[in-house]
């Protein structure tokens, strides 16, 4: 589970434990666990790491392929490596957007 679902899961568990609702639920995830290597592999087998050599723990952890779309983002190049101090943000975003303010 990412955390995002796992998140949900848990106040879900929370909620039938605190209400008594034994009705069934559909938790809908849309994160990916490749999203979040080090927190997925992390949590149940201790293990830290590179996030791109952590994708063949989460693989063989969860029978489920490394998808496609980040298979290969260890060799694709950088295009956002923009760094910004919390004081410049409203500054840049308006600068990034192009918004005359």
Not at 1 to 22: E, F, I, L, N
Not at 25 to 32: E, G, L, M, N, P
Not at 63 to 91: C, F, K, N
């Amino acid at each position: 589970m990412d955390p995002h679902t796992a998140v949900a899961d848990a106040v879900y568990a929370d909620y039938r434990q605190m209400s008594g609702d034994k009705r069934m639920t559909v938790i809908a995830s849309t994160a990916s666990p490749y999203k979040f290597p080090n927190t997925v592999t992390g949590a149940p087998a201790g293990r830290d790491g590179d996030d791109f050599a952590l994708f063949e723990t989460i693989q063989s952890m969860s029978g489920r392929p490394v998808p496609d779309a980040v298979r290969d983002l260890s060799t694709r190049p950088i295009l956002h490596d923009t760094v910004i101090d919390t004081a410049d943000i409203a500054e840049t975003v308006v600068r990034l957007l192009h918004i005359n303010a």
